[in-house]
T-cell receptor, first 115, second 112 residues
Framework: DAEITQSPRHKITETGRQVTLACHQTWNHNNMFWYRQDLGHGLRLIHYSYGVQDTNKGEVSDGYSVSRSNTEDLPLTLESAASSQTSVYFC??????????????FGEGSRLTVL | KNQVEQSPQSLIILEGKNCTLQCNYTVSPFSNLRWYKQDTGRGPVSLTIMTFSENTKSNGRYTATLDADTKQSSLHITASQLSDSASYICVVSEPGTYKYIFGTGTRLKVLA
């Protein structure tokens, strides 16, 4: 079955370290998204991509970067982790045919703790 | 700015009972409204998607309604089950975009 997988599921790191969260989907979806989920906030968009070589900033992109070298993967990199980036991160993907009705599929999440 | 507000924040009901969750939004214009279920430690899973022209959509025991005039939506759960214990998230998107605005969710607990 097609799916979207994230790794690692849990990670503890130290302030200042570089961290990369992986996201891999097998649906061949063009659109991929990274969100973070924190208590008291709805999911907030970090970065998104509409296809290979396309990346765009979301509402909370500072301190994060992404790259899209193929359709299946959108890794999220924290260049220098900060305690404020402790969160649960979700990757999602959708088809490109219609934003009005296109289903949005989420991964299981990656819980990141920055000490 | 909170463009999607959900109420209540949390709710406890007994198994077999019905419940209704509320979502008010200020996103305008909007193209569609979605309800997601998120089990603890898992990613959100879609329950319903309604465009602005639809006013009701069902998925099994879940029925979502939409009043575009008052900018309100509700999710009604019929004959609740223990497996309904989860957070329910309302999501609104802007026309022609994949930019989704998420509510903070209602945490539902169903007791035996």
């Amino acid at each position: 079955d097609a799916e979207i997988t994230q790794s690692p599921r849990h990670k503890i790191t130290e302030t200042g370290r570089q961290v990369t969260l992986a996201c891999h989907q097998t649906w061949n979806h063009n659109n991929m998204f990274w969100y973070r989920q924190d208590l008291g906030h709805g999911l907030r968009l970090i970065h998104y991509s509409y296809g290979v070589q396309d990346t765009n900033k979301g509402e909370v992109s500072d301190g994060y970067s992404v790259s899209r070298s193929n359709t299946e993967d959108l890794p999220l990199t924290l260049e220098s982790a900060a305690s404020s980036q402790t969160s649960v991160y979700f990757c999602a993907s959708s088809e490109s045919t219609s934003p009005n009705t296109g289903e949005l599929f989420f991964g299981e999440g990656s819980r990141l703790t920055v000490l | 700015k909170n463009q999607v507000e959900q109420s209540p924040q949390s709710l406890i009901i007994l198994e077999g009972k019905n419940c209704t969750l509320q979502c008010n939004y200020t996103v305008s214009p909007f193209s569609n409204l979605r309800w997601y279920k998120q089990d603890t430690g898992r990613g959100p899973v879609s329950l319903t998607i309604m465009t602005f022209s639809e006013n009701t959509k069902s998925n099994g025991r879940y029925t979502a309604t939409l009043d575009a005039d008052t900018k309100q939506s509700s999710l009604h759960i019929t004959a609740s089950q223990l497996s309904d214990s989860a957070s329910y998230i309302c999501v609104v998107s802007e026309p022609g975009t994949y930019k989704y605005i998420f509510g903070t969710g209602t945490r539902l607990k169903v007791l035996a």
